[in-house]
């Protein structure tokens, strides 16, 4: 099991700066990537940023050369810049685990991002 714990969400003007922060504890030497998801009301979660163990990134098209994932061993971070009405959402930390043959998904609970214009 893989417990993910985030931190960072806020109320920001457009156009600011947040930086998120989610914490790993757990099994987490089966973690083979970690990334950031987010929800807004009446829309389905999507992917926001993605890094796996060898550093490799992934991010949307909405927030590319914005957004920069980071991951320091079982923390990743998230540093949002040029913040948006649009990016209000909850997001939510992510871990993928390899184990065995399978890949298992674990979640944080959320952190709220108010983007106020």
């Known amino acids: 099991q893989v417990q993910l714990v985030e931190s960072g969400g806020g109320l920001v003007h457009s156009g600011g700066s947040l930086r998120l922060s989610c914490a790993a504890s757990g099994s987490i030497s089966s973690i083979t990537a970690m990334g950031w998801y987010r929800q807004a009301p009446g829309k389905q979660r999507e992917l926001v940023a993605l890094?796996?163990?060898?550093?490799s990134t992934n991010y949307a098209d909405s927030v590319q050369g914005r957004f920069i994932i980071s991951r320091d061993n079982a923390k990743v971070y998230l540093q949002m810049n040029s913040l948006r009405p649009e990016d209000t959402a909850v997001y939510y930390c992510?871990?993928?685990?390899?184990?065995?043959?399978?890949?298992?998904?674990?979640w944080g609970q959320g952190t709220q991002v108010t983007v106020s214009s």
């Open positions: 890094i796996t163990g060898g550093s």
């Open positions: 992510y871990a993928q685990r390899q184990i065995g043959g399978l890949y298992v998904s674990s």
